[in-house]
């Protein structure tokens, strides 16, 4: 168990909807990070939150958004829901930025599974 | 040039054998290189990692050999095991990338 918990589990919904993935890190980290893992893409950086503040942007679309919370815990948000946007989504966390300390280990959430239908 | 390419796709191998999976990357500012084990319905657990100051790290049955000239590192499961059998992802990052890049993934089975 990496201490990063993430709700739902599983998620199933239709077309044009919009989901909330829940993510809280383990306890102490002030980093999170946010993962899509589909099967023709592999695991995908999406947005990084240090602190409460957006960090980095990789390749997240428009539709979706992310924030962290005062209590660190974050949520990533997903609109307008097509069925490419099926995957696993993985929350991850770090003691610190990896700004200066690329060697701090991300610990992964086991994950949501977002189907879209 | 954000790129890391993994190799194969899938490996058989039998109990007791040796696995390899390689790695190869363009951004030569990658300055940390870990290895992720992940198992079904799991997220992924760093494995180990290494610097590229060292040609070789091993933590158990498990050692990453690193060739800086060649931009390629790779993970060698000594006497693997059925308990083994996972997908293995490597990955590269580098101060103030903020974000892990990962290879396509290895699903390893490895044969009782």
């Known amino acids: 168990d990496s201490g990063v918990t993430q709700t739902p589990k599983h998620l199933i919904t239709a077309t044009g909807q919009r989901v909330t993935l829940r993510c809280s890190p383990r306890s102490g980290d002030l980093s999170v990070y946010w993962y899509q893992q589909s099967l023709d893409q592999g695991l995908q950086f999406l947005i990084q939150?240090?602190?409460?503040?957006?960090?980095a942007k990789g390749n997240i679309l428009e539709r979706f958004s992310a924030q962290q919370f005062p209590d660190l815990h974050s949520e990533l948000n997903l609109s307008s829901l097509e069925l490419g946007d099926s995957a696993l989504y993985f929350c991850?966390?770090?003691?610190?930025?990896?700004?200066?300390?690329?060697?701090?280990?991300?610990?992964f959430g086991p994950g949501t599974r977002l189907t879209v239908l | 040039q954000q790129q890391v390419k993994q190799s194969p796709q899938s490996l058989i191998v039998q109990k007791g054998g040796i696995s390899i999976i390689n790695c190869a990357y363009e951004n030569t500012a990658f300055d940390y290189f870990p290895w992720y084990q992940q198992f079904p319905g799991k997220g992924p657990a760093l494995l180990i990692a290494i610097r590229p100051d060292v040609s070789e790290k091993k933590e158990g049955r498990f050692t990453i050999s690193f060739n800086k000239s060649a931009k390629q590192f790779s993970l060698h499961i000594m006497d693997s095991q059925p308990g083994d059998s996972a997908t293995y992802f490597c990955a590269a990052t580098f101060q103030g990338a903020q974000k892990l890049v990962f290879g396509q993934g290895t699903r390893l089975t490895i044969n009782p």
């Open positions: 991850a966390s770090s003691p610190r930025t990896g700004g200066g300390f690329s060697t701090d280990t991300q610990y």
């Open positions: 939150y240090y602190n409460g503040e957006e960090r």
